[in-house]
């Protein structure tokens, strides 16, 4: 998910990798009635993952509900101020756990390599490393809120 210009959520599971087919997802509804967009699906079951809904409410406020076995783990670009279950860059937007625990913020989580089709990495000298948040569900549940001023 990208809001100010810089991604603010990027997931972090499997389907990252390029060389191996991405897990499914089943029963894909999409809707869009100008005001509110929606997408439902269940799983990856493979994953862990049960239903997930994405909504974007226009103008400027996002929300990911997901229903997980596992911790749901990102990484965002820039170096966001942490206050509580909140991550807040400096144009205000807003990441908000809603609900879910933040187990774990790691400041070089995720090292950005890039990686030639076939498997083989490039040689970097200077990867890219990203923070990253993992957030434990509560009740199966882990709730996510992206606001834009």
């Not at 699906?41 to 862990?48: A, F, I, L, N, V």
């Not at 187990?103 to 200077?126: L, R, T």
């Amino acid at each position: 998910m990208h809001a100010g210009g810089r991604a603010v959520l990027v997931d972090v599971s499997t389907a990252n990798d390029i060389n191996k087919t991405p897990p499914t997802t089943e029963d894909l509804i999409v809707v869009d009635d100008g005001r509110r967009a929606a997408i439902r699906c269940q799983g990856p079951t493979s994953e862990g993952i049960g239903v997930q809904t994405v909504e974007l409410h226009r103008p400027g406020v996002l929300t990911i509900e997901r229903h997980a076995e596992k911790p749901m783990r990102w990484w965002h670009m820039d170096q966001p101020t942490r206050l509580g279950n909140s991550f807040k860059w400096p144009d205000d937007v807003r990441l908000q756990v809603e609900i879910g625990e933040v187990s774990k913020v790691a400041e070089k989580g995720f090292v950005d390599s890039p990686v030639h089709f076939g498997g083989m990495k490039y040689a970097d000298p200077c990867p890219h490393e990203y923070q990253t948040v993992e957030v434990t569900p509560v009740n199966g549940v882990v709730k996510l809120a992206i606001y834009r001023p």
